[in-house]
């Protein structure tokens, strides 16, 4: 299975600033998911980033708030912009077991606190 | 579209019984289902997949889950619940390459 990590595992900034999240992955792959998990709720995809293409986001979720690059197929950004309280969440990178396989192995998270 | 549902916010079981935490999905053709379990200040871990063949499927830590069709449900079991089991419970289904989550089960055991 893929070993994914992420920088920072988590952050405290103020409202108005602005927090870019990095996952990098042991292994290349095609495609890279960003998703968000507010307090006690579930995992909403915002994104999938594939290299070399724009990203591809979710009904709810826009490039100018959440920027994501995609420069190789081993690494991916999410800028979480313009921060309010509300986006005070975790936030997970995932990639693809593999063709055929179907799971998705997930990255520990970075942890973002907006004051 | 392709949806899961969790229907207990909370399981509680003694350490030593079996435990179950409840799934039902909807979705438009074949599912691919999955249980991920999420411990405390940690990442999602990938515990069992459902995608063809079998009915009952093994995973990881000693966890099995069953496809159900005709109830639309893919249960997750353990036939002795262990302390270190406690922890939030997701089950997902794959959707035109992207996972789509319930809204997790907290399971506690107790010693």
């Known amino acids: 299975s893929a070993v994914i990590s992420q920088k920072p595992s988590r952050d405290i900034c103020q409202r108005g600033t602005s927090l870019t999240i990095q996952c990098q992955v042991d292994?290349?792959?095609?495609?890279m998911f960003w998703y968000r998990q507010q307090p006690g709720q579930s995992l909403t995809l915002i994104a999938t980033a594939n290299q070399g293409s724009e990203a591809t986001y979710e009904s709810g979720f826009v490039i100018d708030k959440f920027p994501i690059s995609r420069p190789n197929l081993t690494f991916s950004t999410l800028t979480v912009s313009n921060l309010s309280p509300e986006d005070s969440s975790i936030y997970l990178c995932?990639?693809?077991?593999?063709?055929?396989?179907?799971?998705?192995?997930f990255g520990p998270g970075t942890r973002l606190t907006v004051t | 579209a392709q949806s899961v549902a969790q229907p207990e916010d909370q399981v509680n079981v003694a350490e030593g019984n079996p435990l179950t935490v409840k799934c039902t999905y909807s979705v438009s053709g074949n599912p691919y289902l999955f249980w991920y379990v999420q411990y405390p200040n940690r990442g999602l871990q990938f515990l069992l997949k459902?995608?063809?063949?079998?009915?009952l499927v093994k995973g990881s830590y000693g966890f099995e889950a069953e496809f159900n069709k005709s109830q639309t449900s893919f249960h997750l079991k353990k036939p002795s619940a262990l302390v270190s089991d406690s922890a939030l419970y997701f089950c997902?289904?794959?959707?035109?390459?992207?996972?789509?989550f319930g809204q997790g089960t907290e399971l506690s055991v107790k010693p």
């Open positions: 997902a289904v794959r959707d035109q390459g992207k996972l789509i």
């Open positions: 292994s290349q792959v095609t495609m």
């Open positions: 459902y995608i063809t063949g079998d009915n």
């Open positions: 995932s990639v693809d077991s593999g063709v055929s396989s179907y799971e998705q192995y």
